[in-house]
Each structure stands twice: as structure tokens, then as C-alpha cells.
């Protein structure tokens, strides 16, 4: 029987304001090529950094890196942003864009769908989770975010010593909120982090597309918008 619902954070529960677009065009213009940045570009470059930051989280996580690797790991993973467009940029050149990225104003907001969603789940007697890959505290997020009493609580790597996709943050998650994972779901929009951390914990995961990078997806439900949880919640 479910019992608590945990849903990851960045493209799950919130995205950058401004847009990941607008943020990466701005710092990209500062050296010549801004006119080459395009949405399609900039949505295929973070599937494809993203998938490098959960590689690299499994094994070494970046929060514990010195500040010469966690240099390393981020031109890495802005080159992989900027060439999503087939714009080809030195190490050192995706570093100093990461810079000019960092210098721009911008926060998480939490998407449309996610008030309405938390609100009717905790009124079908439901838990509501966070756990996220972020050096900050639950509470914080929790915070930042403006969710308040919508969210119960809050796990992240910091509190949990551990990354998506290891078992201990999951199980922390679990921990927090008394359940075994048999009563919990994962709502998550990475299939390596999200979806199999959840499935090695043995938690039912669902997947978010919101930006149809999976449309073939199979390893476990797959829905558009958080709209879409209601009718695998009523299966179950």
C-alpha cells in the first residue's frame, strides 16, 4: 500500500529561472557564438551532461571533490551543454563559460503542476518526499523551493552522505518517513539515477519526461506532467 510518495527535485519538481536556454545563450554571447545556442541544443547538451554527472556521482561524488576536480568535472560538463548545439569548445574554454554562467542570476522554481499535485496527496492521506543530489540541507530546499507544509520532508546527498543512484539516500528517504519501500514511489526524470536507484532499493518508480527525452521508455511508467500520477496511483 502506498504511503509516501518521493519525488526528485531539478526537472521533477522545479527548473532554473531564467531557463537553462536563456542562462546558457547570455554566457555563450559574452564569447561570440550565442547566435549558435538553441533550445533543442541546449535540452540534447544537458541530457547528455547530465548523464556524465550521475556517471561521475556514482563513484566520486562531486560535493567532496577539492576544488581543482570539482574544476575539472565542470568544464567537462559544460562542454557536453555547448556542444548539445555542435559548438566545440576547448576544456578550458567550457570553464571559463561556466564561470560566465555562474556570474548570471537565477533560481529554482518549482513547475506549475506541483502545488495542485502535492496538495491532493496529502489530502489522499499521502506522504510527500524530496531526495536530491544538492550540497544543502533538506530543510533548506525545502525552503528555497516555497513548498512549505506541502512537503513533509526533505533528503538530500548532504544529509545522506550518498548520491542517487546509491541505496543509502533512498533508504534514508525511507527511514525518514518509517516505510518500507514496498509503501513508497519514485517520481524521478533521470532513468540512471532516479529510476534504477529506486528499482535497486526495490521502490515502484514512475518517470517524468516533461521534455520527451524517452518517449520509448519501459523500464517502468512513464508520465508527461504530474497530471499523469494520479491515474497510476488509482491502479494501484
Known amino acids: 500500500?502506498?504511503?509516501?510518495?518521493?519525488?526528485?527535485?531539478y526537472g521533477t519538481v522545479a527548473g532554473w529561472e531564467p531557463s537553462r536556454f536563456?542562462?546558457?545563450?547570455?554566457?555563450?554571447?559574452?564569447?561570440?557564438?550565442?547566435?549558435?545556442?538553441?533550445p533543442d541544443g541546449i535540452?540534447?547538451?544537458?541530457?547528455?551532461?547530465?548523464?556524465?554527472?550521475?556517471?561521475e556521482n556514482a563513484h566520486n561524488p562531486v560535493r567532496l571533490r577539492d576544488d581543482v576536480g570539482k574544476a575539472e568535472f565542470f568544464s567537462e560538463y559544460q562542454r557536453l551543454v555547448v556542444e548539445g548545439c555542435?559548438?566545440?569548445?576547448?576544456?578550458?574554454?567550457?570553464?571559463e563559460?561556466?564561470?560566465?554562467?555562474?556570474?548570471?542570476?537565477?533560481q529554482l522554481a518549482s513547475f506549475g503542476d506541483v502545488c495542485p499535485t502535492f496538495e491532493k496527496l496529502q489530502k489522499l492521506g499521502l506522504m510527500v518526499g524530496l531526495i536530491s543530489n544538492i550540497d544543502q540541507l533538506g530543510s533548506e530546499l525545502v525552503k528555497d523551493l516555497g513548498l512549505g507544509d506541502l512537503v513533509d520532508f526533505a533528503v538530500t546527498s548532504r544529509e545522506?552522505?550518498?548520491?542517487?543512484?546509491?541505496?543509502l539516500i533512498f533508504r534514508a528517504a525511507l527511514d525518514v518517513a518509517k516505510v518500507g519501500p514496498e509503501d513508497a514511489i519514485m517520481v524521478g526524470d533521470q532513468p540512471s539515477s532516479d529510476?534504477?536507484?529506486?528499482?535497486?532499493?526495490?521502490?515502484?518508480?514512475?518517470l517524468i519526461d516533461r521534455d520527451g527525452n524517452y518517449p520509448c521508455y519501459k523500464r517502468c511508467p512513464?508520465?508527461?506532467?504530474?497530471?499523469?500520477?494520479?491515474?497510476i496511483l488509482e491502479e494501484l
Open 86 to 95: 555542435g559548438v566545440h569548445v576547448s576544456l578550458n574554454q567550457a570553464l
Open 97 to 106: 563559460i561556466f564561470h560566465k554562467v555562474r556570474e548570471i542570476p537565477y
Open 160 to 167: 545522506a552522505g550518498a548520491e542517487k543512484p546509491n541505496p
Open 222 to 231: 512513464r508520465i508527461v506532467g504530474l497530471a499523469d500520477l494520479y491515474g
Open 22 to 38: 536563456e542562462i546558457q545563450k547570455a554566457a555563450c554571447s559574452a564569447f561570440g557564438f550565442g547566435d549558435m545556442i538553441t
Open 195 to 206: 529510476i534504477e536507484g529506486a528499482l535497486g532499493v526495490g521502490i515502484m518508480p514512475v
Open 1 to 9: 500500500m502506498t504511503k509516501v510518495v518521493l519525488f526528485d527535485v
Open 43 to 55: 535540452l540534447n547538451g544537458y541530457g547528455n551532461a547530465d548523464a556524465f554527472m550521475t556517471a
